[in-house]
């Protein structure tokens, strides 16, 4: 055909084009991204105390005290309660606001943007002003309490083991629900509506149809909601280091905040890195079969 | 053979990885953070806040006219040697450190001089006789393994800053000369519904100024100064009557409520805004918070935290300047640091507890501060307690007196696990 003889064959080594077009970017990623990782986790190998020109090799003796550390443990503990309640509530919260958008009330557009307004303020400002809505003394939620007559539940929220990290968490969900919401929106309504007519037809209820319509088409919303948040919970820092510094005393503290103080603070680099890498390779543990899943959609 | 597939898993996982360890700073640099070679541009990194920023960029200004210099100025205020530190140290090893920084002496600046971050000033003591202009002792709170890293030139005493009204609201005629006067002004002030004492432990080492005046109560001076250095056990009944009457203040609300988790910040002006009667902190207060909030000196007072001891002490520290080692402009630096080191800049800049002769705070201008320097700046001081530990023993103390505070450990636990943390680290 005329069509395709116009076409001039690919040259020996263009199969090699694609690639060299990659060159520039691949060598910003590894200057900023594959560099600093490759060298953090050599720093985790010794005892560099993040300050000096010298260090120590120390094999893998950082990661051998990681079980000893209590503040480890307790980190993780908090690590694994965070992940837990900032998946589900807002992954729930999010499912339903997205549901009860999607149909017929006043005031859509206003609503989605109220519900997602949260999710762009910078988190400083939110811990910020969450943190004076949580001052004891003055803040406007015990005052509140103090109004309608529930002194005793007054509380220095911020202040004390049993409540601190439950406190921080309420505002992390009030500013990740918006995320999910949006999501699910945008998949709610790729949903095709013949579904639901064959399903209405078929004579199923409103409730077998979220079960056996909605929830199954939102399968691939649900996987990216919750992969995101799995990776995002694990790395949390700037909420509870804004809001608590990891206190009172320890008991806020998460992998992300130790490992800041370790290696910012307390001047043992190697030790904090370590944390570091071990926060990673969770997170990569997590993040692999999302991102397996992209390529394989990609491909 | 690398399959595309293959090539954007990797790719995509690596970049997951590497996001998270990048955020450790990667330590790519070793050796601190050169700046650019010999010119007339220097940096000057500083914690001064809203207040005070303005007098010493003006004198900054001064010495850059008359010496051909562009010096920029940068200030981190607020959090106090919690963040400070983190920031400076971070700019340090990102490759281009400020050529002058301001911090802390004790263990604040030590790690810096350690690490041979900060230059080792013997000449420019020299040069410009610093020995002789400035107090001996402070110079000793800025020297490290017998090298001069840094040149001071505030040498605070922490006191009680108070509200003159509610303490005349709570009857109370006169500050407290003895602890027991000061319990009883604090039952007072309390019935009036007045917080007597104004502290926040956010950051911890706002609330640990109480702690650290309980036992030099308890403990007295001798003592004291030994258990800072680990010369003697923490596990003792004077340590334990100290954490018993912590506890108590928080108990019989002579604190504000939830004080663990206020940031100082909010809390330390309270007794300027008749939120409470009292904090416990530096002369700075006169112009940080009294004169900024546009109130009349005359209405605050100030007293030492009576230790029922001899010599009465009180807790103090110093803060100077450091210079980049790796500074191109070295020797322009310390002719700033001499610059501002003068009296005449000194006062320009509202210093209120200055390490300079002929320094002192004007008593027209900052007249409380001025009280304090005749009345208690020849006092002999001891250590303020975060400046005595490395920052990890000191956070570690902290969390002692949050447990405390919460009721987690009796105070004969704390007195425990407190020897546990200071031997180990006296030992390391």
Known sequence: MAGTAAIPKPKRGGRWSPWLFAIPALAVYVAFLVYPAVSSLFFSLTNWDGLSATYKFV???????????PVVVTAVKNNLIWTVVTIAVPTVIGLVLAIALNGKVHGKPILRLIFYTPAVLPLV???????????????????????IGLDGLAQPWLGQDSTALWAVMVPA????????????LAALQGIPNELYEAATVDGASKWQQFWHVTMPSLRPAHYIVLALSLIDSFKVFDMIYAMTYGGPGTSTQVMGTWMYFNVFQYYQAGYGTAI?????????????????????EAS | MITRRGFLGFTSAAALGAGLSACTGGGTSTGGGATEAASNNLRLFTYEDDSTIGLLKAQVKKFDQQNGTTTTVDSLPGSGAAVYPDKLRTELLGGKGPDVWRI?????????????????????YDKYGWDSKINTKAIGGMTFDGVKSGVPFISLGIGAWYNKSLFAKAGIAAPPKTYAELEAANDKLVAVGVTPCGLGGKYGWDIMRLFEYLLEHTAGPDLHDKLLTGAESWDRPEVVQAFTLFKKWQDKKWLPQGALALDPSDVEPWYVQGKTAYTITGPWTEAGAILAAKKSSSAFGNFELPTDKTPARHSGFVEGYMINARSGNADKAAALIDFILQPAAQKAMNITASTVKGAEPDPKTLPLASEWAQKYSGNPFYTIQDQAFPKKQADQYFSVQSDLLQGSVKPDAAAKKMQEIVSAWAKS
């Open chain 1, 59 to 69: 094999g893998l003796s950082n990661y051998f005290k990681l079980p000893h550390d």
């Open chain 1, 125 to 147: 400002s939110i811990a910020s002003i969450w943190g004076w809505l949580y001052n004891p003394q003055y803040g406007a939620i015990n005052s509140l309490l103090r109004a």
């Open chain 1, 173 to 184: 969900i009030w500013l990740r629900t918006g995320f999910p919401m949006l999501l699910y």
């Open chain 1, 276 to 296: 570091a890498v071990v926060i990673t390779l969770v997170a990569i543990a997590v993040g692999i079969p999302y991102v397996r899943s992209q390529t394989r």
């Open chain 2, 104 to 124: 802390w002496g004790g263990q604040i600046g030590a790690p810096f001089a350690k690490a041979k971050q900060a230059l080792d000033l013997s000449k420019y």
